[in-house]
Structure formats: structure tokens, C-alpha cells
């Protein structure tokens, strides 16, 4: 996905996108471990929209803080 779109969720709707990307993130792992993953690219894929959500919430979080 691209940043943009993680940008127009709001954090609840982030928050469940996070945890799906990490059970998906785990899921991958597993299945490279045992040779039965396809496509090993995919790995890198879900850990670069993990890191965008992430990005995402601290960015709301220090935008935020600054208003107070």
C-alpha cells in the first residue's frame, strides 16, 4: 500500500492494519522457514507497510503534542 492511503485511515482503523500486518508478517516468516513461501519478496513488502504505519501513528502523535 502506499503511504497516502495509510494517511487517510483513521489510528483505530491503523491500529487493526498494524496487527494484521504483523500476523501476516509472522505467517510469511513461518512459511519461508519451512521452504513452502513463494514469493520471499513479500516478506520485504509487509515489513515496509509495518514500518509505514508505524510512521504514520508516531507522525499523528508528534502532530498532536505540538498543538497542546
Keep these: 500500500m502506499k503511504s ?3 494517511k487517510d485511515m483513521t ?3 491503523l491500529v487493526s492494519k498494524l496487527k494484521e500486518l ?3 508478517h509472522f505467517n510469511l516468516r513461518f512459511s ?6 513463494t514469493n520471499p519478496m513479500m516478506l ?5 507497510d509495518i514500518a509505514r ?3 504514520t501513528l508516531r ?5 498532536e503534542k505540538k498543538a497542546e
Excluded at 32 to 37: E, F, I, K, M
Excluded at 59 to 63: G, I
Design 44 to 48: 520485504n513488502t509487509v515489513k515496509k
Design 32 to 37: 519461508h522457514a519451512t521452504g513452502q513461501l
Design 59 to 63: 507522525e499523528r502523535e508528534l502532530k
Design 11 to 13: 489510528n483505530d482503523e
Design 4 to 6: 497516502k492511503e495509510f
Design 22 to 24: 504483523k500476523t501476516e
Design 53 to 55: 504505519v508505524l510512521t
